[in-house]
């Protein structure tokens, strides 16, 4: 079984940067491609990003694009997520999730589509 733990999130002013980490254990890191979702209270839980297993591809939602940055470190079981120039419309629970990938390219941005889910972390931007 995976485990995933995000950890970063927190307050900051609209402008302002964070940088989320995504630590996985129990698997083998590399055979998994990587997405970070966000969900806003009273809204459904939304794709931000993914990144391929190799870290060879990535898929941004337009909404972050030029803003937020993925990147995966397979020998330290980790994937990260910076983010720059925060808004208040970024407020939201950011999950990481792991689906199933040895090779290929592919990509998913739908949330059913990944099998494994850490318990989230709080971003909130203040305007």
């Known amino acids: 079984q995976v485990q995933l733990v995000e950890s970063g999130g927190g307050l900051v002013q609209a402008g302002g940067s964070l940088r989320l980490s995504c630590a996985a254990s129990?698997?083998?890191?590399?055979?998994?491609?990587m997405g970070w979702f966000r969900q806003a209270p009273g809204k459904e839980r939304e794709f931000v990003v993914a990144?391929?297993?190799?870290?060879?591809?990535?898929l941004y939602a337009d909404f972050v694009k030029g803003r937020f940055t993925i990147s995966r470190d397979n020998p330290k079981n980790t994937g990260y997520l910076q983010m720059k120039s925060l808004k208040p419309e970024d407020t939201a629970v950011y999950y990481c999730?792991?689906?199933?990938?040895?090779?290929?390219?592919?990509?998913?941005?739908?949330?059913?589509?990944?099998?494994?889910w850490g318990q989230g972390t709080q971003v909130t931007v203040s305007s």
């Open positions: 999730a792991l689906r199933l990938q040895f090779q290929g390219r592919s990509l998913w941005v739908l949330p059913n589509e990944y099998e494994h």
């Open positions: 990144i391929s297993w190799s870290g060879g591809s990535t």
């Open positions: 129990g698997r083998t890191f590399s055979n998994y491609a």
